[in-house]
């Protein structure tokens, strides 16, 4: 049986050079189905599959959240724990021009930019993720030390 081949990303690219031991799961991609149908698709538990958001504070600078797929984001919290006023989500266009990804497909691994990453700390406590490789309908699976160690990640609590 022939190897099943995968469109090499940026973030595949980045977790290969950082020698991270993973593995690619594609699924029908839905658009505005999110976490949900990809978790359905691969029958994981969504609270495993790990969706960024891209934000920007009340300064326009750019970060990234990292989330559970069954959990949303506390704007509110969010700003409190990176020190400003508010945080809100990029449009698309913004998205793009931070990271180099098309909405549905964005992996926090080989942004266009350096971003500062925030991970909801509970994550970190997983046994393994599933996280967009760059593509809309593939995501990585890893372990959330790998994610860490090469992102630099900040834990947060904002988790609703």
């Known amino acids: 049986m022939a190897k099943e081949r995968f469109p090499t990303t940026q973030a595949i690219r980045k977790l290969k050079e950082h020698g991270v031991d993973f593995s690619l799961h594609p699924y029908k991609y839905e658009e505005k189905g999110g976490t949900t149908v990809a978790a359905a698709e691969l029958n994981v538990d969504e609270h495993l599959v790990t969706k960024t958001l891209v934000m920007e504070d009340d300064k326009g600078h750019p970060l ?3 989330m559970h797929g069954d959990k949303r984001v506390s704007t509110k919290a969010l700003a409190k724990a990176r020190g400003v006023k508010t945080v809100r989500p990029c449009d698309p266009q913004v998205t793009h021009r931070h990271t ?3 909405l549905g497909g964005i992996s926090p691994f080989g942004t266009r930019r350096p971003l500062k990453v925030y991970v909801e700390a509970s994550i970190m406590n997983l046994p393994k993720i599933y996280i967009n490789a ?3 309908g593939l995501l990585a699976e890893l372990s959330p030390r790998d994610l860490a ?5 900040i834990p947060v609590n904002v988790a609703i």
Do not use: E, V
């Open 134 to 136: 760059g593509k809309r």
């Open 100 to 102: 180099g990804y098309s």
């Open 149 to 153: 160690r090469i992102l630099n990640t």
């Open 64 to 66: 990234l959240i990292l």
